[in-house]
């Protein structure tokens, strides 16, 4: 009679297992056919430009001639400027509701951190365009001008342009890295804090503490808020300026992958512009998956190291009498 029940057990757990691993099958088997399609559909593109395609600089659909890097650096520049401004404040936000902010601020400043991450892009696009950009322009325009000799800050005052895209994008990053590392926050242990406080440790020590100690998921938060920034298309293509050219100038128009395919696949005249088009789609899809692959090697490396002996100061010893 117990052999039935077991043997029953048995075909369920195998049946779950099964499932359970189709459907990650299935999650494996999209992503090869995504890259399979993007590949077919620009096979002009591979065929008569190859790597070159990664290293042209002239983007010219009259006479035939494209060329992907500035749409690269534009997207890797924007998204690594937006990673830069927003992870500190981010972070910021994520301590302050996790350890500092009182029960009574604590729910509404929760609701409106996740109701940032639900605003569409589009919305976020319109507000840079008549909040963003114009702050921008005036703080370009009241730069010395010592410091716009300098390559970073050279460029004419227009306010469209990498810095606005990267500001931008930082705010729409910010609510997602924040709420992940508030959550990563509240599930360390309470007994890590009281450990550092018994050993005399100020708050931001226990606060140091905790972070060191969920720190393998924060660095997972902000992989997630590059991969928010790497994608982004309507914010950015409203505010960036849309000029194919590779600068290190804040102040400088420049472009990403996502924007040109958003301005110019419906308008692709010829067989070779469109798959031009789905090359840097491509393109853009390999990146994030180079990323995403560095970004969990990262965090592995990480989350191998050992606990340093000494997170706290010792306490000093008492004097004698």
Same mark, same amino acid.
């Given at each position: 009679?117990?052999?039935?029940?077991?043997?029953?057990?048995?075909?369920?757990?195998? %049946?779950?297992? &099964? @499932?359970? !691993?189709?459907? /990650? *099958?299935? $999650?494996? =088997?999209? +992503?090869?056919?995504?890259?399979? #399609?993007?590949?077919?559909?620009?096979?002009?593109?591979?065929?008569?430009?190859?790597?070159?395609?990664?290293?042209?600089?002239?983007?010219?659909?009259?006479?035939?001639?494209?060329?992907?890097?500035?749409?690269?650096?534009?997207?890797?520049?924007?998204?690594?400027?937006?990673?830069?401004?927003?992870?500190?404040?981010?972070?910021?936000?994520?301590?302050?509701?996790?350890?500092?902010?009182?029960?009574?601020?604590?729910?509404?400043?929760?609701?409106?951190?996740?109701?940032?991450?639900?605003?569409?892009?589009?919305?976020?696009?319109?507000?840079?365009?008549?909040?963003?950009?114009?702050?921008?322009?005036?703080?370009?325009?009241?730069?010395?001008?010592?410091?716009?000799?300098?390559?970073?800050?050279? %460029?004419?005052? &227009? @306010?469209? !342009?990498?810095? /606005? *895209?990267? $500001?931008? =994008?930082? +705010?729409?990053?910010?609510?997602? #890295?924040?709420?992940?590392?508030?959550?990563?926050?509240?599930?360390?242990?309470?007994?890590?804090?009281?450990?550092?406080?018994?050993?005399?440790?100020?708050?931001?020590?226990?606060?140091?503490?905790?972070?060191?100690?969920?720190?393998?998921?924060?660095?997972?938060?902000?992989?997630?808020?590059?991969?928010?920034?790497?994608?982004?298309?309507?914010?950015?293509?409203?505010?960036?300026?849309?000029?194919?050219?590779?600068?290190?100038?804040?102040?400088?128009?420049?472009?990403?992958?996502?924007?040109?395919?958003?301005?110019?696949?419906?308008?692709?005249?010829?067989?070779?512009?469109?798959?031009?088009?789905?090359?840097?789609?491509?393109?853009?899809?390999?990146?994030?998956?180079?990323?995403?692959?560095?970004?969990?090697? &990262?965090?592995?490396?990480?989350?191998?190291?050992?606990?340093?002996?000494? +997170?706290?100061?010792?306490?000093?010893?008492?004097?004698?009498?």
């Amino acid at each position: 009679m117990s052999e039935r029940p077991s043997r029953t057990a048995a075909r369920g757990d195998l %049946g779950f297992r &099964l @499932g359970t !691993g189709a459907f /990650a *099958a299935f $999650l494996c =088997l999209l +992503v090869i056919g995504i890259g399979v #399609i993007l590949a077919d559909q620009s096979w002009l593109s591979i065929d008569k430009f190859g790597l070159g395609f990664w290293r042209g600089t002239t983007w010219d659909p009259v006479a035939g001639e494209f060329g992907a890097f500035p749409f690269i650096w534009g997207t890797l520049y924007s998204s690594l400027l937006a990673l830069v401004i927003s992870t500190p404040i981010a972070l910021g936000i994520a301590v302050f509701l996790s350890e500092l902010s009182p029960p009574v601020l604590k729910q509404p400043l929760i609701f409106l951190t996740e109701l940032l991450a639900a605003v569409p892009s589009i919305v976020y696009g319109l507000w840079a365009i008549y909040a963003l950009v114009p702050l921008v322009r005036r703080l370009e325009v009241l730069c010395p001008e010592w410091l716009r000799r300098v390559p970073l800050f050279s %460029g004419p005052p &227009l @306010g469209v !342009g990498m810095l /606005a *895209a990267g $500001l931008v =994008l930082a +705010v729409m990053v910010i609510p997602f #890295i924040a709420s992940v590392a508030r959550e990563i926050l509240k599930a360390v242990p309470v007994t890590q804090r009281e450990a550092a406080y018994a050993l005399g440790a100020t708050r931001w020590e226990a606060i140091r503490m905790a972070l060191y100690y969920g720190r393998t998921g924060i660095m997972g938060a902000v992989m997630l808020g590059l991969g928010r920034a790497l994608g982004e298309t309507m914010a950015v293509t409203m505010v960036i300026g849309n000029n194919p050219q590779v600068s290190l100038s804040l102040f400088a128009p420049q472009y990403t992958m996502a924007a040109v395919i958003a301005n110019e696949f419906t308008e692709a005249a010829g067989d070779l512009y469109r798959d031009a088009l789905v090359e840097i789609g491509l393109v853009l899809f390999t990146i994030t998956i180079v990323i995403n692959i560095l970004s969990q090697l &990262l965090i592995w490396s990480v989350s191998d190291q050992r606990v340093p002996r000494r +997170v706290v100061p010792k306490p000093k010893p008492a004097l004698a009498a």
